[in-house]
Every structure is written in C-alpha cells, then in structure tokens.
C-alpha cells in the first residue's frame, strides 16, 4: 500500500494486530494471517473535517472476533495519522 500510516494492536491472545491506514484509498486495513484475506474500514469526507463511517467487511471465518472494532477504534482514536481529530458521522440503516 503506498504511503499507509500503520498502528498496532493486540487481539485476545496478545498476538499483535497491524491496522494499515491507506490514506489516498481512504480506508483501514487489518491483513489476516499473512495470507490474501483482510478486513477493511471505508470511510469518506463529507466536509473538511467531518468524515462518515461508510462500511466495514470481514471475511465469514473470521467475523465474531472483534476485528472490525479493532479497524474503527484506529480510526477514531489512534495515533497521529490516524483521522483522531476529525468529527464522524454514523447512519443507521434498516
């Protein structure tokens, strides 16, 4: 990924976690056991600094992990270069 900002973090068993920023595809990345699988956090700016959560995606065999939670903490609260000082919007869909 060219020019990502990376963050780490830990899941339950203290086995580390990198969350990879893709600032010009504006989305967060967690690679999944080395391989090709990953799961992702698309967002998009809708002002200067208001930026709306679009969606995340986790393959099936690892969903109910925590992982996508993992992606919007970085997001929202992580170190510099991060979007840490940006304000978010959230829309429910039914």
């Known amino acids: ?5 990376q963050a780490n973090v830990f899941d339950a068993n ?11 595809r504006r989305q967060f ?3 999944l056991n080395g ?12 002002g200067k600094k208001t930026v709306d959560l679009q969606h995340t995606e986790v393959p099936d065999a690892y969903r109910g992990r925590g992982i ?3 992606l919007a903490k970085k997001m929202v609260g ?3 270069g991060t979007l840490s000082g940006a ?5 429910a869909i039914s």
């Open 87 to 91: 304000r978010f919007g959230l829309q």
């Open 29 to 31: 990345v967690i690679r």
């Open 35 to 46: 391989s090709h699988d990953r799961a992702v956090l698309l967002y998009e700016y809708v």
């Open 1 to 5: 990924m060219a020019q990502a900002a």
């Open 68 to 70: 996508a939670k993992h």
């Open 14 to 24: 203290n086995a580390q976690i990198q969350v990879e920023h893709d600032k010009k």
């Open 78 to 80: 992580g170190p510099p």
